[in-house]
């Protein structure tokens, strides 16, 4: 499969990661890889890290290695506070 760009206008970045969203349940996830129907956009690192989802729609990003959100990733787990 050939490099895709990112779907943002202007934007050259090559696509790393996968959009797709449910309009009728509020719903937008992020994947690794394209799924196999429907309306999906790619998007470059920056944009895919950076997405904000309209009020009200929630967001699972279910790409290997994420943050599970409203986590700090610069904040030691609290068994290594001391």
């Known amino acids: 499969?050939?490099?895709t760009s990112?779907?943002?206008p202007g934007?050259?970045?090559?696509?790393v990661a996968w959009l797709t969203y449910d309009y009728g349940?509020?719903?937008?996830?992020?994947?690794?890889?394209?799924?196999?129907?429907?309306d999906q956009w790619g998007l470059c690192q920056?944009?895919?890290?950076?997405?904000?989802?309209?009020r009200g729609w929630s967001q699972v990003d279910r790409r290997a290695g994420a943050i599970p959100p409203g986590t700090?990733?610069?904040e030691p787990p609290a068994a290594?506070?001391?």
């Open 1 to 3: 499969m050939a490099p």
């Open 6 to 8: 990112c779907a943002r």
């Open 11 to 15: 934007c050259q970045g090559s696509a």
């Open 25 to 38: 349940a509020q719903q937008v996830w992020l994947d690794d890889r394209p799924g196999p129907a429907g």
């Open 46 to 54: 920056g944009h895919a890290a950076r997405l904000r989802v309209p």
């Open 72 to 74: 700090d990733p610069w």
């Open 80 to 82: 290594l506070v001391s």
